[in-house]
C-alpha cells in the first residue's frame, strides 16, 4: 500500500560489527545512525497501482484499519488475479528497500505472494494472517526485500495464489 507523494523523514539507528579471523582479537563495533528523507508510498488507489489481471481483487472503502482507508482484496485462487505497484522516476543502479502494509487477520493467506521485479526478480512468502512490524512514514511496514531499479522502475506484484484471503493495502 503506498501513497504516490513523498514523506517526510525516517530515522534509523544500529551498529555496525567488525571481527577478524584472529580468535585473540577483539570485536569492533561502530554506532550508525542516518536519516531517509524522501520516499516513495503508493496507495492501493493512487497512480502507480494497477489491477493487471483478472477480476476478484475488490476494492473496500472507508475503514480506518488500511493506509488511505481502503483496500483491494481477494480469496485465494490459482494466481490468475494480480496486481501490481509500479515505481518509476528512480536511479538505475540504486538499491531500494521494498516495504509492504495491510492488516492482518486469521482469514488472510500465510503465504501471499509478492513478487518484486528489478533488475532481478524476488518472489517473498508474506504471513499476511501476522500484523506487519516495521514503522515509517506514519504507518506500519513489513520490509519485503532490497532491490536495485533497473530501467529506472521497481515493480511490486501480488496474485491470489495462495491459501487464504490476500490484501493489497
Known amino acids: 500500500d503506498y501513497d504516490s507523494e513523498l514523506e517526510n523523514t525516517t530515522d534509523f ?42 477480476s476478484d481483487f475488490q476494492l473496500r472503502s472507508r475503514d ?4 488511505g482507508d481502503d483496500v483491494h482484496f481477494a480469496p485465494a485462487g490459482q494466481g490468475s488475479n494480480v496486481v501490481q ?8 543502479g540504486v538499491t531500494y528497500l521494498i516495504s509492504a502494509t495491510w492488516a492482518g487477520g486469521e482469514n488472510r493467506a500465510t503465504n501471499a505472494p509478492y513478487r518484486i521485479i528489478g533488475s ?15 514503522t515509517g512514514g ?15 522502475k521497481v515493480r511490486v506484484q501480488l496474485s491470489d495464489n495462495a491459501n487464504g484471503w490476500v490484501a493489497a493495502d
Open 85 to 92: 505497484w509500479e515505481f518509476s522516476g528512480l536511479t538505475n
Open 138 to 152: 506514519g504507518s506500519i511496514w513489513q520490509l519485503l526485500a532490497p532491490i536495485t531499479a533497473q530501467n529506472g
Open 120 to 134: 532481478t526478480t524476488i518472489n517473498v512468502p508474506v504471513n499476511q494472517q501476522l500484523a506487519p512490524n516495521g
Open 64 to 67: 480506518t484499519q488500511y493506509y
Open 13 to 54: 539507528t544500529g551498529e555496525i560489527y567488525f571481527s577478524t579471523t584472529d580468535v585473540t582479537a577483539p570485536r569492533f563495533s561502530l554506532p550508525v545512525q542516518g536519516t531517509v528523507t524522501d520516499f516513495q508510498v503508493i496507495d492501493n488507489d493512487a497512480a502507480g497501482f494497477s489491477v493487471l489481471s483478472g
